[in-house]
């Protein structure tokens, strides 16, 4: 639980520049000490402080989440939008006549 916490507290001294990878190891973290504060079925009075406290970060890391969804939503956006003119210019042509040159 207490690695958690600093890394929580790590994360939120940089969370404006965090990247997803590392909000990504930070719930893998949270996931782990869950499962292991329900396979040993006990909280403890320092486990209780240490969940308030990463509760009191809970709205920020969420916060970043969602701009980072955000920024990936614009992102893919982009690129749907750029294939899509790709394939509009690159799409597949009937020649419905031909040209012939003449020499004069």
Do not use: C
């Not at 990878?21 to 292991?36: D, G, P, W």
Request: aromatic share 6%.
């Amino acid at each position: 639980m207490e690695m958690l916490f600093k890394e929580t507290a790590a994360l939120m001294e940089d969370l404006s520049s965090v990247d997803y990878e590392r909000l990504v190891h930070l719930v893998e973290l949270r996931e782990r000490a869950l499962v292991e504060m329900q396979t040993l079925n006990r909280i403890n009075e320092s486990d209780q402080t240490t969940l308030s406290k990463l509760n009191e970060f809970d709205g920020a890391i969420l916060g970043r989440m969602n701009q980072l969804k955000v920024e990936a939503s614009v992102g893919l956006q982009k690129i749907q939008q750029s294939r899509m003119q790709k394939k509009v210019y690159d799409g597949d042509y009937n020649a419905g006549s031909s040209f012939f040159d003449k020499r004069k």
